[in-house]
């Protein structure tokens, strides 16, 4: 298929510092993309660029879209007065305007004159592919299928709720029908039902569209390929086959890396034996014949001199390959929990009656050691207060809280160290020893490269930092651990990982996630905390 979109050794930088450096690829027409990575890994950037919001600071940028192009941001403003109404008419201002002019130029023809019949065809095959005929019907259907219908059209957006807001301008965009599409986290605020009719809808629809997400679920169901920002290396991977493919690649290319170090290994082995073996052989032990002792010592002088050299080649060898070692691959996260070593059974955490006011309801829970609590509930209910309170990092206004054993708590926003301080030292801080003698165990998680050590914490992404606080928790035993959206930031990846960790946990567990994908999943008791004066109960 040709290409639709095309991004040509792409640059860009804030304030000094890089995000996308000399990124290149492309997209044919018809795929649907989804951009993956860590936030702050420059995600929303590229996809700025590719709507033309943003100017790289070098490389271009290429479009080539008769349709049009739609962008969905995350933070666009709308003015409070404007009207439901006025936001889709906006929407549909460029298909409205191509058809006003295809009116007049239809009764222009009535009337005799055919010197816009050209410009009608091309205008006709535009409106065409817009869907120009179904566009009242769109608008409909979008607005039914993301909780809207039942909205007044004459209802100002001021008065809608945030989530409203943004299921408008999502409505408003898909709506419109331009061949490109392009949305930056189009499942925030969407409830189960809007998000299978936007993932049926998408799937569905004719064009491109490029998605940035961090919904795993979406992502599986939606996208025919990935392009993942690259964080630490700002550089861009494509990924075909959707995200079973990407998790595949991911899988495979940890292989290749195993392999290449084993090969390495051997290399190292090898050369190491063949220089050894070399240096002790010595000129043939061949008896002299005829007692002619000088031609003897020629010849032997022969070997050792080829036997030398071979031992020099050798070492040399050895040296490239230890001045360019090819590491293990890290192992894979693991939790270390000190419930065996400790035999601590029966109850591990009982919260009676627990309440904060005006941000959590009364509220009672029971965690056994080893089991797996889900809290779930509204935004506004007090889910992390209520982890902050279980934690001992919030005192509760009324109830009791009784813990027994380590608690490991990872925050929605964590702040792992001074901004001031490099990686290495906000991991190794409360730690015996120096901050290098922890560098090795930090290194060993594969959370950060050996350069990223000395990088102070207050330039970290969000991602960053999250990796950085999980780092922390990994390292130490627990035997509770309390982690309040532990896949937010993350690249899908890492999530993936970490779930893996997270099953073969020994401890007991108490997470509060939206993720749909972790939730799917979920094999465990479940508590529903509502934003009411009403007790929650774990079930």
């Not at 943003?54 to 709308?78: F, H, K, N």
């Not at 940890?254 to 050894?276: G, K, P, S, V």
């Not at 000088?294 to 490239?320: F, H, I, M, P, T």
């Amino acid at each position: 298929m040709p290409t639709q979109i095309s991004a040509l050794a792409v640059s860009k930088s804030f304030d000094g510092k890089p995000v996308l450096d000399s990124v290149t690829c492309s997209l044919a027409a018809g795929e649907r993309t989804g951009i993956i990575g860590e936030n702050g890994s420059g995600k929303t950037t590229l996809l700025r660029l590719l709507a033309g919001r943003e100017r790289p600071d070098q490389g271009e940028v290429v479009v080539q879209a008769a349709g049009g192009v739609g962008y969905l941001s995350q933070d666009e403003r709308m003015a409070p007065q404007t009207t439901v109404q006025q936001v889709i008419d906006r929407a549909l201002s460029d298909l409205r305007t191509v058809e006003r002019r295809m009116r007049r130029l239809e009764a222009a023809m009535a009337d005799g004159d055919a010197s816009g019949l050209a410009e009608y065809g091309e205008l006709m095959t535009v409106f065409e592919l817009r869907g120009g005929y179904d566009a009242d019907a769109r608008v409909e259907r979008a607005l039914h299928g993301l909780g809207l219908g039942l909205v007044g059209r004459d209802r100002a957006v001021g008065s809608l709720s945030g989530g409203e807001r943004v299921r408008l301008r999502l409505a408003a965009v898909l709506a419109a029908a331009p061949e490109v599409l392009l949305l930056d986290e189009p499942t925030n605020h969407l409830d189960d039902g809007a998000l299978q009719w936007l993932e049926e809808h998408l799937r569905t629809r004719r064009g491109t569209t490029v998605a940035v997400s961090h919904d795993r679920l979406f992502l599986e169901r939606v996208a025919t390929s990935l392009l993942e920002v690259d964080a630490d290396r700002r550089r861009v991977v494509r990924y075909g086959n959707g995200y079973t493919g990407y998790l595949a690649e991911k899988a495979a290319a940890r292989q290749r890396w195993a392999q290449a170090h084993d090969r390495w290994r051997a290399d190292i082995d090898r050369l190491r034996e063949a220089a050894a073996t070399t240096a002790r052989q010595v000129a043939p032990g061949r008896p002299m014949k005829d007692g002619n002792k000088l031609a003897y010592d020629r010849a032997g002088g022969r070997v050792q001199q080829s036997l030398a050299s071979r031992v020099r080649n050798a070492e040399e060898r050895l040296r490239r390959l230890l001045a360019d070692p090819v590491p293990a691959p890290p192992e894979p996260l693991r939790f270390t929990p000190v419930l065996r070593a400790r035999g601590l059974q029966g109850v591990v955490l009982d919260a009676a009656g627990i309440a904060v006011t005006d941000r959590l309801a009364r509220t009672s829970l029971t965690v056994t050691a080893g089991q797996r609590l889900l809290i779930t509930g509204p935004n506004g209910a007090g889910k992390s207060t209520l982890l902050r309170v279980l934690a001992g990092d919030v005192t509760p206004d009324s109830g009791s809280v009784t813990c027994r054993g380590r608690v490991g708590h990872l925050p929605q926003e964590p702040r792992p160290g001074r901004a001031d301080e490099t990686v290495l030292a906000a991991f190794a801080r409360g730690r015996a020893g120096e901050a290098d003698g922890h560098a090795e165990r930090l290194l060993s998680l594969g959370l950060f490269d050996r350069d990223q050590l000395t990088v102070p914490v207050g330039r970290l992404s969000t991602g960053q930092l999250q990796r950085l606080a999980l780092a922390r928790l990994l390292s130490e035993p627990s035997d509770v651990l309390l982690l309040d959206e532990p896949t937010n930031h993350l690249s899908p990846a890492l999530v993936e990982e970490l779930e893996t960790a997270l099953a073969g946990y020994d401890g007991a567990l108490v997470i509060v996630s939206h993720d749909r994908r972790l939730r799917r999943r979920w094999r465990g008791a479940h508590l529903a905390v509502q934003a009411t004066a009403t007790a929650a109960t774990a079930c």
